[in-house]
Every structure is written in structure tokens, then in C-alpha cells.
T-cell receptor, first 110, second 118 residues
Framework: ELKVEQNPLFLSMQEGKNYTIYCNYSTTSDRLYWYRQDPGKSLESLFVLLSNGAVKQEGRLMASLDTKARLSTLHITAAVHDLSATYFC??????????FGQGTILTVHP | GAGVSQSPRYKVAKRGQDVALRCDPISGHVSLFWYQQALGQGPEFLTYFQNEAQLDKSGLPSDRFFAERPEGSVSTLKIQRTQQEDSAVYLCASSLDLGTESMNTEAFFGQGTRLTVV
């Protein structure tokens, strides 16, 4: 059974600081997703990582994938308040079923 | 609209009542998924349709849960004799994916239906 674990589960950051969220998955997966969820809202797709060594960046967020280590990271650079949300990673099985991590609640303070 | 639409947005049901949750996927999307998201948790897979065929229902928590997609478009998730533990947000997602080799597998999520069983 595929398991996906994120850490930390709670992250309180000061504006301007950098931090990384880690996502470990237990079995071989052909792609890894990162989503953002604001309170009471649905899931917004941030990144899709398709292969080993893939790195994608959008604004202050950068995601990477190491399939050998079964590890993905979401790096936050110079955090701003607007980044406060819950972030999920999800691993995909062959037909598109997603297994999600527990989520990381990010709060950015002034 | 162009996105995945779910209705109702909110549903309060008395314990023992039956409920039906509707999902309108993006037009032309082959794959449709239902997920259950309990408070403070990540979404958990319930069931998967490819067109009208339900190919995986391994995530349905009990035989009180039933899903259908009779014409390969709109889907309905039905919960019979609701219990308090059924309280959650039910998310629907669709993707263009035509099979295991397809690259078009990005799933687009609806806003969800928040079900509260009292």
C-alpha cells in the first residue's frame, strides 16, 4: 500500500525566511504533485514532477523530485504572508489515483 | 463554467438520512475521482470512473456508499443512512487522462461538498 508522509505538519515562518517541506512516499510512483489549499477552498495544483531530478519553480516556491530516495521537497524562499495555506503532496498510481500526505499547515508571520 | 462543479456546496443531514452529492466534471474529461477529506486531513480516495465504468471502488468505506456515472459525464455519490463519521468534505476531480500512458493526467478539483451529519 502506497503511503505518503509529509513533514513538518505545522510550520510557522517569519516573512523573508526560507524553509523546506519534505514529502516521502513508500513505493515507486510515476509522478508527484504539490497542491495548495486555502481554508474552505478546494485544491489548487502547484507542480507536477514527472521524473528523477525534476525541478520546477514558480515565484517563491520550488519543487524537486528524487525518485531514488522517494523524496520530494517544496522549498519556500523569502516567505510572504500570501503563502499562508495548507500544502499537500500527492503520489500518483498508474491510472491517476492520488495518495495524499497529511498536509503541512504553513503560517507566515510579519 | 470551465471547471469542475459540485453541488450542493453544503449539506446538513440528520443521522440516518440518505444524501446525494453531484459532480459535473470538465466537459470531455474521461477520468473522474471522488475523494473524502476529513477535517485536518489530506483527501482520501473513494472511487474512480473511466467514462461510465467504475474501475476502482476500493476506497468506499462501507456498503452505504455508492457512486455512479451512468452517461460518462455527471457523477453522483450517494450515502445511505448517514452516520456522524461521514461528516467530511467530498471532493470530485476530473482529468483528460485516456489511459496509463497518457501524459494528460492533471486532475482538476471541484470546490467540494461539505457534509455535516447531526
Amino acid at each position: 500500500e502506497l503511503k505518503v508522509e509529509q513533514n513538518p505538519l505545522f510550520l510557522s515562518m517569519q516573512e523573508g525566511k526560507n524553509y523546506t517541506i519534505y514529502c516521502n512516499y513508500s513505493t515507486t510512483s510515476d509522478r508527484l504533485y504539490w497542491y495548495r489549499q486555502d481554508p474552505g477552498k478546494s485544491l489548487e495544483s502547484l507542480f507536477v514532477l514527472l521524473s528523477n531530478g525534476a525541478v520546477k519553480q514558480e515565484g517563491r516556491l520550488m519543487a524537486s523530485l528524487d525518485t531514488k530516495a522517494r523524496l520530494s521537497t517544496l522549498h519556500i524562499t523569502a516567505a510572504v504572508h500570501d503563502l499562508s495555506a495548507t500544502y499537500f503532496c500527492a503520489s500518483r498510481t498508474s491510472y491517476g489515483k492520488l495518495t495524499f500526505g497529511q498536509g503541512t499547515i504553513l503560517t507566515v508571520h510579519p | 463554467g470551465a471547471g469542475v462543479s459540485q453541488s450542493p456546496r453544503y449539506k446538513v443531514a440528520k443521522r440516518g438520512q440518505d444524501v446525494a452529492l453531484r459532480c459535473d466534471p470538465i466537459s470531455g474529461h474521461v477520468s473522474l475521482f471522488w475523494y473524502q477529506q476529513a477535517l485536518g486531513q489530506g483527501p482520501e480516495f473513494l472511487t474512480y470512473f473511466q467514462n461510465e465504468a467504475q474501475l476502482d471502488k476500493s476506497g468506499l468505506p462501507s456498503d452505504r456508499f455508492f457512486a455512479e456515472r451512468p452517461e460518462g459525464s455527471v457523477s453522483t455519490l450517494k450515502i445511505q443512512r448517514t452516520q456522524q463519521e461521514d461528516s467530511a468534505v467530498y471532493l470530485c476531480a476530473s482529468s483528460l487522462d485516456l489511459g496509463t500512458e497518457s501524459m494528460n493526467t492533471e486532475a482538476f478539483f471541484g470546490q467540494g461538498t461539505r457534509l455535516t451529519v447531526v
